[in-house]
T-cell receptor, first 117, second 115 residues
Framework: AQKVTQAQTEISVVEKEDVTLDCVYE???????LFWYKQPPSGELVFLIR??????QNEISGRYSWNFQKSTSSFNFTITASQVVDSAVYFC??????????????FGTGTRLKVLA | NAGVTQTPKFQVLKTGQSMTLQCAQD?????MSWYRQDPGMGLRLIHY???????DQGEVPNGYNVSRSTTEDFPLRLLSAAPSQTSVYFC??????????????FGPGTRLLVL
């Protein structure tokens, strides 16, 4: 069965440190998509990135970068020079195709990141 | 665009009461879904809809009903609330129901407490 594992329940870092959030997934599909969402203390879910299974290029957006490795079934997220505003729960998700022709997301359990001033 | 809106933001119910959580989107999105978020469990899919008049069950559908009479609205009904339904509920939508690449956009959530 499809599965997403975020083994780090909670991480604390001091401001300006780099931090990597791990995401490991399981799927039998050859075509799939992976996502990261951020949930700040205010509670909403904010989309960060989408990645497809055919594109293993790393992606960088400002202080955020993502490392996708099919060989290890991982899609890790790194924040460089962390800031207090990065404090949030981060979710990794896998998009799974359904026999009916539609899809659903499978979410990991999330990693709570605390950035201390 | 207001995006995905949810009402109410917070609700307290007594065991056995019924209520409807409202969800609406103004983006003409085909796919809508309901999730519940519980500590240590991530987000779990309750029900989803691929268009007006079409709904299906997710991972944890028991105790919940949905309907989709219009493209815009996707209400979630609790027929007889139980303490186990205490959770934060998120509604989400995406443009297409047929593409696994679709990004889902989430509403602000409804926090429900069942006493």
């Amino acid at each position: 069965a499809q599965k997403v594992t975020q083994a780090q329940t909670e991480i604390s870092v001091v401001e300006k440190e780099d931090v990597t959030l791990d995401c490991v997934y399981e799927t039998r599909d050859t075509t799939y998509y992976l996502f990261w969402y951020k949930q700040p203390p205010s509670g909403e879910l904010v989309f960060l990135i989408r990645r497809n299974s055919f594109d293993e290029q790393n992606e960088i957006s400002g202080r955020y970068s993502w490392n996708f490795q099919k060989s290890t079934s991982s899609f890790n997220f790194t924040i460089t020079a962390s800031q207090v505003v990065d404090s949030a729960v981060y979710f990794c998700a896998l998009s799974e195709a359904l026999p009916s022709g539609t899809y659903k997301y499978i979410f990991g359990t999330g990693t709570r990141l605390k950035v201390l001033a | 665009n207001a995006g995905v809106t949810q009402t109410p933001k917070f609700q307290v119910l007594k065991t056995g009461q019924s209520m409807t959580l409202q969800c609406a989107q103004d983006m003409n999105h085909e796919y809508m879904s309901w999730y519940r978020q519980d500590p240590g469990m991530g987000l779990r899919l309750i029900h989803y809809s691929v268009g007006a008049g079409i709904t299906d069950q997710g991972e944890v559908p028991n105790g919940y009903n949905v309907s989709r009479s219009t493209t815009e609205d996707f209400p979630l009904r609790l027929l007889s609330a139980a303490p186990s339904q205490t959770s934060v509920y998120f509604c989400a939508s995406s443009y297409s129901s047929a593409q696994i690449r679709e990004t889902q956009y989430f509403g602000p959530g409804t926090r429900l407490l069942v006493l």
